[in-house]
């Protein structure tokens, strides 16, 4: 939460410092890397501690973004935020169609089926190129469950939950 009690959501890693001037590369967690070049302020999360930080730079590096904030002057002054997430307000968050829905959005949904059987809780997500696959945990079992109109039937994001249709499984 912000200092106003207002979500925030990850959108960047720091991987390390780069350069002598206390830039660091950023390592973007966003499907719109191109939202950094707008942002004027950010929230830097180091284990259980924000911190609010003044951007002075930003600008696209490689599959990265390279940003400079307020009282990092040298490379020593980066290090210590290293593996740090970047954070922004959740309604700074660029508007999604209908149907589209931020990882932090659908991390954390109860997974039930069409018949009420409970599955578990999403717990990451992962990228196959194709279509993204919820990864799906209860005290027993994992499931892996690929983000596909044919199986995702309902997302109820207020509920917290998400129906889906299993897939049939073809043993020989």
């Given at each position: 939460m912000s200092k106003e009690g207002?979500?925030?959501v990850v959108i960047g890693r720091v991987m390390r410092e780069?350069?002598?001037?206390?830039?660091m590369i950023v390592q973007p967690l966003t499907f719109d890397p191109e939202r950094f070049l707008k942002l004027k302020d950010v929230f830097?999360?180091?284990?259980?501690?924000?911190?609010?930080?003044?951007?002075?730079?930003?600008k696209p590096y490689r599959n990265n973004i390279l940003i400079s904030i307020e009282e990092c002057n040298t490379p020593e002054d980066v290090r210590r935020y290293r593996?740090?997430?970047?954070?922004?307000?959740?309604?700074?968050s660029p508007k999604l169609p209908e149907g589209v829905y931020y990882h932090y959005q659908i991390v954390g949904l109860s997974v039930y089926t069409v018949d009420g059987n409970y599955l578990g809780k999403i717990t990451s997500?992962?990228?196959?190129?194709?279509?993204?696959?919820?990864?799906?945990?209860n005290d027993d079992r994992e499931y892996l469950i690929p983000a596909i109109k044919d199986v995702i039937r309902e997302i109820d994001l207020e509920a917290?939950?998400?129906?889906v249709k299993l897939m049939e499984v073809v043993e020989e």
């Open positions: 207002e979500s925030i780069w350069g002598l001037k206390g830039e830097v999360q180091i284990q259980d501690i924000i911190e609010h930080k003044k951007l002075k730079s930003v593996g740090a997430l970047i954070k922004i307000k959740e309604s700074e997500i992962f990228a196959t190129g194709s279509n993204d696959v919820y990864i799906v945990n917290r939950k998400m129906i």
